[in-house]
C-alpha cells in the first residue's frame, strides 16, 4: 500500500498552467498562476547549452521571463522537482530577472555529497543545500499568491524527486511519463526501482480528477508532444504501472530496460550545475569557467 498522503488536496482550485516546451532536451516547464491573483510559480526551467561549443543561452528561460513580465505577474516561486540530469536548470536566471525563492527537495544534500565526490569538487563545494532559499520535506506547504501548493516525497528516479500538488494540478517530475511513455529510469546514483513504484503509487492514490503534468515527453510512436494527464488515466493505461501491475512485474521491466539505455547526452553538465542550483562552478583566477568529465565513472 502507497503511504499516507500528508495532505488534503483542494481539488475546488484550479491553477492555470502555462508549458513551455524545449526540444533540445524534451523537456516541459511550466508557469503555474493563480487565478485569484498575479501571484505565480515556475517549475523545472531551462537553461540552453551548446555542448560542442561550450555556450550557455537563455532563449528558453527569456520567453517565460517574457510571458510573466507582459502579463504583470508576480513571479513568488521558482520550483525544482528534482536535481535533473538531461537539461541546465534556468532558475537562479529567472530569479536574477524577476526576483521569487528557489526551492527544492531536502534530499539535496544526498545528490550534493554523491556527485560532489564524482566530480572532486573538493571542500569548497557546500553539501548542504544552501544554493537554494528553500528544502522541502514531505508534507510542506507554502503559498503562491491565494493558492497553498504541497510537496510530497517521490524519490526513485533520484532521491532528491518530489510532487508538487497544487491545487487540483501536480507537477510530478521525472516520476511518470504520459501513459503511452510509462516511467522514468531508475538506474542513476541512488536510484531505486522499487522505490520508484511506490512512488508512483503514492502519485496515483491523489483523487482520480488530480490533472499530472509531465516534465518530459518524447512522443512515442511519433504522436504529437503532450504534457497533461490525470491519476484516472495514468491508474487505466499507464504501460508500466497500471492498475494490476505488481511491484515485482515492475522492478523486472524497469531494471531490464533501464540496462539497456544509454546516459543522458547532457548529464555531465547538467549535474554539475544542477546541483549548485543552476549556478556554474566557480571561475578559474583568470576569470574562465570549465566543466569538468569524469572518466569511466557514470
Request: proline residues 6%.
Amino acid at each position: 500500500m502507497p503511504e499516507v498522503i500528508p495532505f488534503t488536496p483542494d481539488m475546488h482550485v484550479r491553477p492555470d498552467v502555462h508549458a513551455f516546451f524545449d526540444a533540445d532536451s524534451n523537456t516541459i516547464s511550466y508557469i503555474v498562476k493563480d487565478p485569484s491573483s498575479d501571484a505565480c510559480a515556475v517549475v523545472d526551467s531551462v537553461m540552453d547549452i551548446d555542448i560542442a561549443a561550450g555556450r550557455i543561452t537563455h532563449e528558453g528561460a527569456d520567453r517565460i521571463i517574457k510571458h510573466i513580465a507582459d502579463n504583470g505577474w508576480s513571479l513568488e516561486w521558482i520550483i525544482e522537482t528534482h536535481v535533473h540530469a538531461d537539461h541546465l536548470s534556468g532558475a537562479p536566471y529567472i530569479q536574477g530577472q524577476l526576483g521569487g525563492k528557489l526551492g527544492i527537495s531536502e534530499k539535496i544534500i544526498v545528490i550534493q555529497d554523491t556527485f560532489g565526490k564524482i566530480f572532486n569538487e573538493g571542500t569548497e563545494f557546500q553539501r548542504d543545500g544552501s544554493q537554494f532559499d528553500q528544502l522541502f520535506k514531505d508534507g510542506d506547504s507554502y503559498q503562491i499568491g491565494n493558492m497553498t501548493a504541497h510537496t510530497l516525497y517521490t524519490p526513485g528516479h533520484t532521491p532528491a524527486c518530489m510532487t508538487h500538488v497544487i491545487g487540483d494540478a501536480a507537477f510530478v517530475g521525472d516520476t511518470l511519463f504520459m501513459p503511452d511513455g510509462g516511467s522514468a529510469r531508475a538506474d542513476f546514483p541512488g536510484g531505486d526501482a522499487r522505490t520508484l513504484y511506490r512512488s508512483i503509487k503514492r502519485v496515483l492514490s491523489l483523487p482520480f480528477q488530480m490533472r499530472l503534468f509531465m516534465c518530459h515527453d518524447y512522443g512515442p510512436n511519433g504522436r504529437d508532444i503532450a504534457w497533461e494527464t490525470s491519476v484516472q488515466e495514468e491508474s487505466a493505461h499507464n504501460i508500466h504501472v497500471k492498475d494490476g501491475t505488481t511491484e515485482d512485474e515492475f522492478v523486472k521491466m524497469r531494471e531490464a530496460r533501464d540496462a539497456t539505455l544509454a546516459m543522458p547526452r547532457l548529464i555531465i553538465p547538467s549535474l554539475q550545475v544542477n546541483m549548485r542550483a543552476g549556478k556554474m562552478p566557480p571561475a578559474d583566477k583568470d576569470g574562465k569557467t570549465f566543466l569538468k568529465v569524469p572518466v569511466n565513472t557514470l
